[in-house]
T-cell receptor, first 110, second 113 residues
Framework: LAKTTQPISMDSYEGQEVNITCSHN???????ITWYQQFPSQGPRFIIQ???TKVTNEVASLFIPADRKSSTLSLPRVSLSDTAVYYC???????????FGPGTRLSVLP | DTEVTQTPKHLVMGMTNKKSLKCEQH?????MYWYKQKAKKPPELMFV???????INESVPSRFSPECPNSSLLNLHLHALQPEDSALYLC????????????FGEGSRLTVL
């Protein structure tokens, strides 16, 4: 049911900026784009949500181009504790933002 | 209070046992969700309740029985489970169905022997 495609895994080093891109070619007009972070054996945690252009909060930025067919989560200056799985969600067949795709496993190396 | 509380954190049960998982939130959220997550896989949606009524059942086997006694509580009753049902069971809530962010609990780790 998920309508998103993400890289399966990414590696980065401490202090670098990490950009994770999500493709959602069939995004509907009313769909928002939401990103979650999950550590092992914990529930996912909300990172950021956006509809268009750019959204920024204290932990991340979300860039959405005009056609909205993709989005990029940007994590500035990652640390080892940012090692986690990152999920991009858009509206599913029900039009709701609660179906998870495969996610991207980010490994931050020292 | 922005917490979703799940109990128990760990549960071991035999295939003939009956047990329940419990989820509680006091944020006034009107949508609540059950997910199942196997190792290295994404959370898999099981059930969705909206205003205490079952809105979505993702073709979950009847050995899993959800219940929403009130707007703050969500239960998952387990009966005659199989070893392959061993997983992390996550509960989440949101203000309303499909709006805003999902708040997740820490999960209940279930092992079926």
């Amino acid at each position: 049911l998920a309508k998103t495609t993400q890289p399966i895994s990414m590696d980065s080093y401490e202090g670098q900026e990490v950009n994770i891109t999500c493709s959602h070619n069939n995004i509907a007009t009313n769909d928002y784009i939401t990103w979650y972070q999950q550590f092992p054996s914990q529930g996912p945690r909300f990172i950021i949500q956006g509809y268009k252009t750019k959204v920024t909060n204290e932990v991340a930025s979300l860039f959405i181009p005009a056609d909205r067919k993709s989005s990029t989560l940007s994590l500035p200056r990652v640390s080892l504790s940012d090692t986690a799985v990152y999920y991009c969600l858009v509206g599913d067949d029900y039009g709701q933002n609660f179906v998870f795709g495969p996610g991207t496993r980010l490994s931050v190396l020292p | 209070d922005t917490e979703v509380t799940q109990t128990p954190k760990h549960l071991v049960m035999g295939m003939t046992n009956k047990k329940s998982l419990k989820c509680e939130q006091h944020m006034g959220h009107r949508a609540m969700y059950w997910y199942k997550q196997k190792a290295k896989k994404p959370p898999e949606l099981m059930f969705v309740y909206s205003y205490e009524k079952l809105s979505i059942n993702e073709s979950v086997p009847s050995r899993f029985s959800p219940e929403c006694p009130n707007s703050s509580l969500l239960n998952l009753h387990l009966h005659a489970l199989q070893p392959e049902d061993s997983a992390l069971y996550l509960c989440a809530s949101s203000q309303a169905l499909g709006t805003g962010e999902l708040f997740f609990g820490e999960g209940s780790r279930l092992t079926v022997l």
